[in-house]
């Protein structure tokens, strides 16, 4: 594996990455503009109301990122 695929490969990856946690970002000003979404399957989206704190996430993003994230060391270390 050629260090100019690698490093392109980790530049799609970190790209993704940013794009994924500004829609993350997004989901509590969403929900309150749109509460059907609260309505999505939970592997999908998460919602924690309390008062007037509303947390988001979705499950399914995180365990996507912990893949990525060791793929990206088992790939570099055992390659």
């Not at 749109?34 to 924690?48: D, N, Q, R, T």
Request: charged residues 10%; aromatic residues 18%; proline residues 5%.
């Amino acid at each position: 594996m050629s260090n100019d695929y690698m490093s392109r490969s980790i530049s799609w990856i970190g790209l993704i990455m940013i794009i994924l946690g500004g829609l993350l970002i997004l989901f509590p000003y969403l929900a309150r503009i749109i509460p059907a979404i609260e309505k999505a399957h939970p592997i999908l989206v998460y919602v924690y109301r309390n008062d007037n704190f509303i947390f988001i996430t979705s499950p399914l993003l995180i365990v996507i990122s912990v893949f990525s994230i060791l793929f990206y060391f088992l790939s570099r270390y055992f390659s």
